[in-house]
C-alpha cells in the first residue's frame, strides 16, 4: 500500500502544477487548466482499470464493473450490482492548495488500482468522480458539477453569470461546442449503495486530537449572495463629505456588522470574500460597489436568522447613506447529516486501520451536500497542516494520505454490495 500511496502523492504533486494562472493554482469552471486536468487523471483512471467518459457538465467520471452478478438464495435472477460513488472536484479556489478536490478523487482511483492488483472483485460497481465545479469561484454559485451530476441543475443556475458576463448555460455550450440540455440523474437512487467522499478536513480538530483521519457526522449549511451598493461617483476633491453618497463606505459599515454578527452568535461564519469597487479611480467616489457574502453555521434556525439580521444592518446602512443594495441569493444549501449506517461501516475500518475513530462536523461545504440527495453519504477527512486550506501552503501528510488510502480499501471490501 506504500506504493499506492506514493504514486497517489506524485499524482497530487503534478495535478497541482495544471492552472490557469502562471505561478500560482487555480482551475475555475470548464477552464482550459480543467479540461487539461480532465485529461490527466482520464490517464490514471485507465491504468487503474477504470473506464472513463466526460458527462454534459464536464464531470470526469470513471467506472468499475462489478464481478458477475451474484445470486442470493437460490433465486432465479442474480441481483442486479448496485453502484457505489466515490469521488469529489477537481476544480479549486484561486491560489488554493493542492489538496482540497483532488484528494477525494485521486485516493479513490489509487483504491480501485491496488485492490484490482491484488485480483480483488468487489459486488457492485465503482464509479469515481471528478465533479467540474464545486468551489463556486466563476460564478459565485458552487455545486453546478454536482447537481448536474444528480439531476439538479436548473434554468436559475444556467443564468448566473460570471464576471464578464457569460452564462453557465454559454460556458456548457461553448464546452460542447452546442446546445446544453438540463442533464437527468446519472442514476437512480435505488442503484445507488451511497457516495462516499474523502477530503482534507480544513480544520484544526484531527490534529488537536492527533488523528489521521476521522469521519464527518454533519456538513454545516451555508447561504452565498452577491450584493450590490449603489450611489453617487463623484470628484474626490470637490465633494463635501456631508453632500457624499459613498457605496464603499456604506459597504464599509456593513462589512464591520457582518464580523460583529459573527462573533457574537456561536457556530456561525460570515465573509465577505469579493468585492468590485466602480469606477474603480483613486479620486472618484465609488458610485457602485458589488461583493459576495458567505454565511455558514451548522443549525439551519440560526443561519436564517442571521441572515434576517444581516439584511436589516444592510437596509438601516443604506436608508442612513441614502445609497441602495440589491442582494442576489447565489447559493444556498441545508446543513446535512451524514447516513448512520454508512458512516458506521467507515468507522468499523477507520478503526481497523487507526485503532480509534472519532466523528467531526464539517464547516466547509462539500459535494456531499448536493449528493445527499441522491443518495446515502457519508465522508472520511484526513488531517491537514494547522487546518489551513484554501491556501497554496495547504498540506496532508504522506503519512496521513496513506492512513486514508488503507481505510478506503478496507471500505470497499468490507462493503456488502
Ligand atoms: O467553500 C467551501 O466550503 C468549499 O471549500 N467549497
Ligand atoms: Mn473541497
Ligand atoms: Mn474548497
Sequence with gaps: MASSAQQLNRWLTELGRISDEPGQLTRTFLSPAMKRANARVSVWMREAGLTVRVDSVGNLIGRWEAAAPVRRGGSRRPARPKTLLLGSHLDTVRNAGRFDGPLGVLLPIAAVAALRRRGVELPFHVEVLGFSEEEGVRFASGYLGSLGYSGRLREADLALRDDAGVTVRQALEAFHGGPFQLPP????????????????????????RKLAVGVVSAIAGQSRFKLTWTGQAGHAGTTPMAL????????AEFAVAVEALARRTPGLVATIGSMTVSPGASNVIPGRVLHTLDVR??????????????????????????????????????AVNCSPTLTAQLEKSVRAVQGQSRSLVSGAGHDAVVMAKLAPVAMLFVRCRAGLSHHPDEFASPGDIEVALRVLVDFLQALDG
Excluded: N
Design 244 to 251: 457624499r453618497r459613498d457605496a464603499l463606505a456604506g459597504v
Design 297 to 334: 453555521h451548522a443549525s439551519d434556525a440560526v443561519r436564517k436568522k442571521a441572515l434576517l439580521a444581516l439584511g436589516r444592518a444592510a437596509a438601516k446602512t443604506a436608508r442612513a447613506r441614502q445609497l441602495t443594495c440589491r442582494w442576489q441569493r447565489t447559493q444556498h444549501d441545508g
Design 185 to 208: 440523474a446519472a442514476h437512480p437512487r435505488r442503484d445507488l449503495l451511497g457516495y462516499v467522499e474523502v477530503h482534507i478536513e480544513q480544520g484544526p480538530v484531527l490534529e488537536e
